[in-house]
């Protein structure tokens, strides 16, 4: 079976240090090395090194790219500055979350506009099919990446330190999700102030045949300041204190935008995008459920599809839950009904037959402290 | 106790039996190998001293930051004794499997599932077989 899934460039060195692999949307991914916690810890205090290259990677050239982008995204993607990034949802016709993307604005070396754009791993075939069902003959020119490039997330407050050295675009210049080409160990790659842990850092993409030297490098660099290596595991402890959704918990189909909080991602206003009338309806309606977040007392841990209960019946359910390494405690997001999700405030989680009490917290659970951004 | 000394699981628990004092008396515990597996625990529940229980019963979970696992008995009889020092201090798990890390004790009642278990080099090969 292993021999079926998708194999990252950095594979071996997973594999040679400890990873436990696990089937990720496909792709042999680290779940964790050694540790989920100290793997976590070692990001929020000093550098994480992620192995993102699952998530898919699609180049849009031409002419028409912006206004290609732009019909299909949630969030006006036109006239973005060069190098900027934004979040974006790609919608439905009923305006049910089809995937969460960053469109990337770039230019090339010799100066001609592209864009790019990142999904999650489980969602590329699908947003690559609904991209090619939507061309509508515009003149542009779709290329998925994927497999020809890697991504490396370096993250934490010691992430722009190390990468520094290795790429001649440095990352303390760029402002938050900004990004541009650049040499990143003598091979054309792109360097962007991005990331998905509520830490400061960077992402790397790269050509496949140059990410393990790079990997290695930034591993080296990393060790003695006490960086380490992390899985999927603290990515997803990290993502979940910074109540950042992941696609296929907090976001799906039957989910639109607003009930998961991402309004600041929705431009309605003059716009046209599959999904955007119906969203204008959603926007305002009352009646569906809201997402929330948890924080409990005891040590027993949510997990996803857990029921929530408030006045003795049953309001909403979780969509993911772990214990936070960071604040020592159960955590948890879900959805409830609007008007006590509203409300906030005390709750019960089923967790497995006993009814914990969970106090409604305003998210994120963790937000890193505000440090001044180091500028050369 | 020495881990080639025990009956297992195929579930990881561990059982030494104790036949000293007229009682047959089972320690039940983890094993390293299940402990590495799990990683990063954060809880354990315990069961009620006094409760019958089955053999291949859950008599308790441990939760770790990734999952939840049941802890099941590998034979039947009655909890006579628990490790409470386990709710406080569950680095006893990890640093000691075998035995400060040791989870419950069973008054045996019937003796009959003790022959499914795996002794230590059976065990050995089911481990190596999962991998991790």
Known sequence: MTSLLAQTPIHSWHAAHGGRMVDFAGWSMPVQYASIVAEHNATRAAVGLFDVSHMGRIRITGPESEAFLNRLVTRRVARMKTGQIRYALMTNDEGGILDDVLVYHLHDARGTDYHLLVVNASNRLKIWEWLQAHHEGADVELSDVTLDTAMIAVQGPLALQIVRPLVNLDPATLRYYFGGEATITGAPGLVSRTGYTGEDGCELILPAEAALACWEKLAAAAEPLGGKAAGLGARDTLRLEAAMPLYGHELNEEINPYQAGLAFAVDLENRSFPGRDALVVARDDRSLLRRLGWELAGKRVPREGYAVFAGGRQVGHVTSGTFSPTLGKPIAIGYVEPALAARGGDFFIDIRGSHEPARSVELPFYRRPQEKEHRP | ?132
């Not at chain 2, 059982?15 to 625990?41: M, N, P, Q, W, Y």
């Not at chain 2, 954060?42 to 229980?53: A, F």
């Not at chain 2, 008054?107 to 009959?112: A, G, H, L, M, R």
């Open chain 2, 1 to 132: 106790v020495k881990p080639e000394e025990l009956l297992y699981a195929k579930t990881h628990e561990w059982v030494h039996v104790d036949r000293a004092a007229g009682e047959k008396i089972a320690t039940i515990g983890i094993s390293h190998f299940a402990v590495e597996a799990l990683t990063d625990l954060v809880y354990i529940e315990l069961p009620e001293v006094g409760r019958q229980i089955k053999a291949g019963e859950s008599f308790g979970e441990v939760e770790s930051v990734k999952a939840v696992s049941d802890l099941y008995s590998p034979v039947s009889g009655e909890i006579v004794n628990i490790n409470g020092s386990l709710t406080l201090q569950l680095d006893q798990l990890h640093d000691d499997p075998y035995g400060a890390g040791w989870i419950v004790k069973i008054k045996i009642s019937d003796e009959s599932a003790l022959k499914s278990l795996l002794d230590y080099k059976a065990y050995q090969k089911q481990c190596a077989e999962e991998g991790h």
